[in-house]
């Protein structure tokens, strides 16, 4: 198999032009790619993409399948004639969120406070269910088959808009970051991811219909596909050369975005005669409406008033490590020598709208950012800098030897039933 290197050496004179950068000025704001394509000769790229990522992803699932393994010990043990049953390798899985979208997929929305988890997710669960008899167990199948999607899309988006090595770091990063092994789990996370890359894919290609309808899917995921509506806006704006003169009628693919809020809006409507019912329900978890600062400083005060090796302690060092790093990739999206160029702004647009956003529901008491190591997931493009930093050998092995760490730890946690995220 070709390294990306090889690859990209090797077609680089018949790859897509990237949208152009920041130095260009006649051509900045021209569409992202101007050619048309048909599907038939995009598969060839399509199919490239994947052999590029089958091997991180296969090898990650070995890793975790090895894990969930090794992780029978810790309920058998030691020196123990107990056994436990075959299905204990995915019944170990159905931890947290696994049993409200489970619920969700069975019952329908029973209560209010279930709208806090949006509704595409258990309705394909449900669906898949038909064959499974067993709606956890198609939760695990898409997810799974999401995170593949999710992988190979990524590929493709940094391939074109920078090079294949960059992709491959990406991917690699992407797969390994400490709360990574969720896309695995029967959560919505790489259902949520699949979708917004798809929109971005799109959205960076021209073709908006099809940025606006995975954009409405993204939404009826979760609430944070409402996002991608200021970046889709921009981008369309730059492609048009932010003239007026120049808006089509396509541009009201954009309102694709935001329908999928109100579809499920007007549901909650329908079932509780509250349209925003799925906001009221975080207060079932004890988040509120706060500055995007607020978690973080709540967070901090928390480490500092309890004993270092204490659960509260532990966790928010955790949790709020992830929120601060992620912050600073953020950051690097603007500034230094690894930020986007000007035809790339959308990128580093996103990042900090997604971010921003998380932030906006802290909970309260002692865990103010409490899952939000596993939200920082959504905000990708951090990892393309993350992608351009691992140029340099040293931080490329620094990275790599302690997210796998973390990571292990993070899901053998999750595994025996520990709270994590």
């Known amino acids: 198999m070709d390294t990306p290197m090889e690859y990209f050496k090797e077609n680089q004179t018949t790859l897509d032009v990237a949208p152009p ?48 393994y090794g992780s029978a010990l810790f309920s058998i043990g030691n020196f123990s004639p107990k056994t436990l049953p075959i299905s204990t390798l995915w019944h170990t899985w159905y931890r947290w969120d696994s049993g409200h979208f489970t619920a969700i997929a069975s019952n329908g929305y029973d209560a209010a406070w279930r709208t806090a988890f949006f509704p595409l997710f258990p309705l394909l669960e449900r669906a898949g269910a038909f064959l499974t008899h067993d ?76 940025a606006g309808l995975f954009g409405l899917l993204a939404s009826l995921t979760r609430s944070a596909g409402l996002v991608l509506f200021l970046p889709f806006c921009y981008e369309y704006l730059r492609q048009h050369q932010f003239n007026s003169k120049n808006i089509r009628f396509d541009s009201m693919s954009s309102l694709g975005i935001p329908a999928g809020l109100a579809i499920f809006a007007l549901y909650c409507y329908y079932k509780f005669h509250d349209p925003l ?33 204490s659960f509260d302690s532990i ?80 931080f490329n092995l620094y990275y790599l030897v302690l997210s796998v ?10 595994l025996t039933g520990r709270w994590i995220v």
């Open 135 to 210: 709606p956890f167990i198609a939760g695990l199948i898409i997810s799974n088959l999401a995170g593949l999607g999710m992988l190979v899309v990524l590929y493709r988006l940094v391939q074109e808009d920078f090079d294949a090595q960059r992709a491959f770091r990406t991917v690699l990063y992407f797969s390994l970051f400490p709360t990574a092994f969720f896309f695995a789990a029967a959560y919505n996370e790489s259902l949520f991811l699949v979708l917004t890359l798809l929109s971005f894919y799109h959205m960076r290609r021209g073709n908006w219909w099809l």
């Open 21 to 68: 950068t920041a130095t260009t000025s006649k051509d900045e704001a021209a569409p992202a790619r101007q050619e048309k394509k048909t599907p038939l000769s995009e598969w060839p790229k399509w199919f490239h993409a994947i052999k590029q990522v089958l091997p991180i992803y296969i090898s990650l699932h070995l890793a975790f399948l090895i894990l969930t």
């Open 315 to 394: 966790h928010n060092v955790i949790d709020l490590s992830a929120c601060l790093f992620i912050l600073a990739l953020v950051v690097l999206c603007f500034v230094g020598p690894w930020k986007f160029p000007r035809a790339y702004w959308v990128y580093g647009f996103y990042a900090a709208l997604i971010y921003i956003f998380i932030l906006l529901f802290p909970a309260d008491g002692s865990a103010p950012l409490q899952s939000y190591s596993r939200f920082m997931l959504e905000v990708f493009p951090v990892f393309i800098v993350l992608a351009a930093l691992g140029k340099k050998q040293w």
């Open 405 to 414: 760490s973390i990571l292990s730890f993070m899901l053998l946690q999750f």
């Open 277 to 309: 019912s799925f906001s009221h329900a975080q207060v079932t978890w004890s988040r509120h409406l706060h500055a995007p600062w607020r978690g973080l400083i709540n967070s901090f005060t928390v480490i500092l008033n309890r004993h270092v090796l």
